[in-house]
């Protein structure tokens, strides 16, 4: 049994990955490095802009920091692998690489689910109670948000990651995705896995189910708040708020709830794949759109960024 565990921890795995040799990979593969690259530099403007501008601190913008560091490592964990494996050729990564990937994979979905149900309690609050903002939204508790959805979303990937690694791989050591996935690996398991699926389940309602239901009531609570309006900008400026947020949260739930809700027997490999790109690829490009350079303040913020980078540079030529 020893020597067994021993074989199983000495070997590497092996990705299948996105991506084959031919010419429309070739232009997939290009989309999938500029969109990484887009991805990390809008969020990190995110966080410089509200680390800089006064203005910016707020508990809504603290939270959005929040999720732009998410999105940054989230995107970072697979995507410079992907790239790696692509150009080399080499598509193997470690036993400890995989877990590694596991454990930041599941750590920075399931606080980021956390984090966006935090976000729509916040905008619900300052929409449906403005006058209690200040005491349902204090400093303190939008730290509480942040720290809570960070380690929640660790203690329940300690738990997974630990689980995955510890199962026997006794036959093929490939998996069929572009990052190790807890639901590709438990495919190459040679033992039975219901039990441990019924904890994934589980999981999915805490961590997918139940956040995705309270930021869909928040919103129907804030359009039937906006609808009282008698303003009909505000009404149109609210409801497009709510609706891009809503796409942005359908683009993310959506496919994790579509691929951890269902039994392994119906899940297949291309369709894992696919619905896959969307919460590790898409949506870290989307977030900093819909959720922030949309907002006045923040194009604000970003134009005095600019300007002010400008005139410093002016005055070190001049002098």
């Not at 609706?243 to 993310?252: D, E, G, N, Q, S």
Request: charged residues 10%; positive net charge; glycine residues 4%.
């Amino acid at each position: 049994m020893m020597g067994h565990v021993n074989h199983t921890f000495s070997n590497d795995f092996i990705l299948l990955g996105l991506f084959s040799s031919s010419q429309t990979c070739l232009i997939f593969f290009s989309f999938i490095v500029i969109i990484f690259s887009t991805a990390v530099t809008e969020n990190a403007i995110m966080i410089l802009l509200i680390h800089r501008e006064s203005r910016l601190h707020t508990p809504m913008y603290f939270l959005l920091s929040h999720l732009s560091f998410m999105d940054i490592l989230h995107i970072s964990n697979i995507v410079p692998k992907m790239i790696t494996d692509f150009l080399s050729g080499n598509r193997a990564i470690s036993f400890a690489g995989c877990g590694f990937q596991i454990f930041l994979s599941l750590t920075l979905s399931g606080g980021e689910c956390l984090l966006l149900a935090a976000m729509s309690y916040d905008r619900y609050v300052a929409i449906c109670h403005p006058l209690r903002y200040p005491i349902l939204m204090d400093d303190y508790v939008s730290i509480l948000m942040a720290g809570g959805s960070w380690l929640i979303a660790t203690v329940n990937s300690i738990v997974h990651t630990v689980y995955t690694l510890h199962l026997p791989f006794c036959g093929s050591r490939a998996i069929d995705h572009f990052f190790c996935d807890v639901s590709a690996m438990l495919v190459l398991s040679c033992v039975d896995t219901t039990h441990y699926e019924r904890g994934v389940y589980v999981s999915s309602i805490i961590f997918l189910l139940v956040p995705f239901s309270l930021i869909f009531a928040s919103y129907v609570q804030i359009l039937l708040t906006v609808l009282q309006m008698k303003s009909s900008e505000a009404w149109k400026k609210s409801f497009s708020t709510c609706f891009f947020h809503m796409i942005v949260v359908i683009m993310y739930y959506g496919p994790f709830i579509f691929t951890y809700m269902r039994p392994k027997m119906y899940h297949t490999p291309g369709q894992d794949k696919f619905l896959a790109i969307f919460y590790t690829i898409l949506t870290p490009s989307f977030n900093p759109i819909i959720y922030s350079f949309r907002n006045k303040d923040v194009l604000e913020a970003l134009k005095n960024m600019i300007k002010s980078n400008f005139l410093h540079k002016n005055n070190r030529k001049s002098a």
